[in-house]
């Protein structure tokens, strides 16, 4: 009779840990799934954030050194623009306010700027002081005019056309 009475309890034991681990319903507030955005300083970007149990988003405190904004703000699939500032940080964050049927909940969702090289950020300040001290849109980098690259483009299609036309027949 003991034996069968630890069973019933070792039973009871199982389902209820298994209930406790039964997956989030549709009573757990919202919250994104992909919380992380990658971002290039000085560039625009609109990014898609998925935010499941979600029905509206307002932004509670916005990032320290970027331009943000909500384009969609309703649904689950809520698409932000996002413009960091030049001299941005590495890091950067911003939070969300999140409503939905189960209440409402803050999502930070982190940032990560990806520096342009060294080189290449020089080049960039220097072109663009270069294009407004003279009132004219920076010069290319390159030796090569467009017409020299247009022509021998056109040379080395004809090439492979030929090529192309000769195994065909």
Known sequence: MALAARVV???AV???TLAAAAPASAAAPPACWNASL????DTPRTFELYCPRSEH???????QSARLELLQADGE???VRLTPEATAPERDSFTLRLTGPAGAADQVVQIT???LSATRRRAAIRSTSRGA??????SRSSSTSSAAMTSTMTSRCA????ARMSTRR
């Open 9 to 11: 309890t070792l039973i």
């Open 159 to 162: 090439v492979a056309g030929r």
């Open 57 to 63: 988003a307002t932004v509670a405190a916005g990032p």
């Open 113 to 115: 700027n990806i520096p």
């Open 14 to 16: 199982g389902i209820s």
């Open 77 to 79: 699939m809520l698409f």
């Open 38 to 41: 990658w971002a290039r300083p």
């Open 133 to 138: 001290r003279a009132g004219r849109r920076p």
